[in-house]
């Protein structure tokens, strides 16, 4: 039971050393036990250069959280490894680990659910439950790196929820990842994707922090978006656009748009143009996704004669653009397409566990 003790693995170091010597505990023990609970220990009996005395006041008052494997499935096509975990009060969620040229790169959730509804997204369709911790979104990566026996280089918030809906938990857990005594994984090889909570991109704007912002834009305007993303009728473009050039400036940092390619809905010329006009001039780049089939939704992908037309009228306004590369679809592990698990009954692949 976790109830009424102290979540120990959402504790950054500061805060851990001061619980420890409030316990009377030398100052050396705190990174001892930070770096027990970063290389992924589910009980504080694996802390085996602790005290056996101290190991049982933790038990009495702390717990450690743990994403434990409920399913596994490998993609037939690409490798890509698709895991449904479990935590302490049984909710689940999807987390994905791809396969690059540069490494592995972990797509983790940060809420079970989410409340953003957007019509082409199967996590929205099956409601939300909760946020998840700074030590369950760690957590994610950690059973994915013990199962592999690999290192995690690259980290996207781009799985289940919506990270800015849980900014708190996201930001603490962006703190422990990049940690020096944690998985010391930098901020340039994190990116956060977001619908479009504009409050919270300007918050995350003053942190200049170093990681990729992801905006999942969809479309042109705000007749298209509004019919597609419910959230752009709380935050409509122009709000939007306008918190992304602050961020981009108040950064640095170049902004990545999402913008996935639904046939007859935003792929026209018309709609290109448009979306040229008004990102024109910022520090950004596109990302085009030709949208994968969701239960519940007949959105059908681009042809690629759209695609290709699409990338022209964009480069023709100096503005980059690239087609994303679809990993794991076979198994239901492409962008948009992570369930909880009552979701998730139709996924093929290679069934592992």
Known sequence: ?????????????????????????????SGQVYKWLHQGVKSFDEMTNIPAALRQKLVENCYISHAAIEKKLISAYDGTVKYLFSFADGETVESVVMKYHHGYTSCVSTQVGCKMGCDFCATGKSGFRRNLTASEILSQIQTEQQDNGIRISNIVLMGMGEPLDNYENVIRFLELVSSEHGLN????????????IVPRIYDLAEKKLQLTLSVSL???????????????????????LKACRYYAEKTGRRISFEYAMIDGVNDSDECARELAGRIRGMLAH??????????????RKSRGDRLKSFIQILERSGITATVRRTLGSDINASCGQLRSAAGNKKAKGEMVQ
């Open 1 to 29: 039971m976790t109830e009424n003790k102290t979540d120990i693995k959402s504790m950054n170091e500061i805060e851990l050393k001061t619980m420890l010597m409030e316990m009377g505990q030398p100052g050396f023990r």
């Open 185 to 196: 994984i930098g901020m340039r090889h994190i990116s956060l994707s977001t619908c479009g």
């Open 218 to 240: 969809h479309a042109p305007n705000d007749e298209i978006r509004s019919r597609t993303m419910p959230v752009n009728r709380k935050y409509p473009i122009g709000e939007l």
């Open 286 to 299: 596109v990302n085009l996704i030709p949208v994968n089939s969701v239960s519940g939704s007949d959105y």
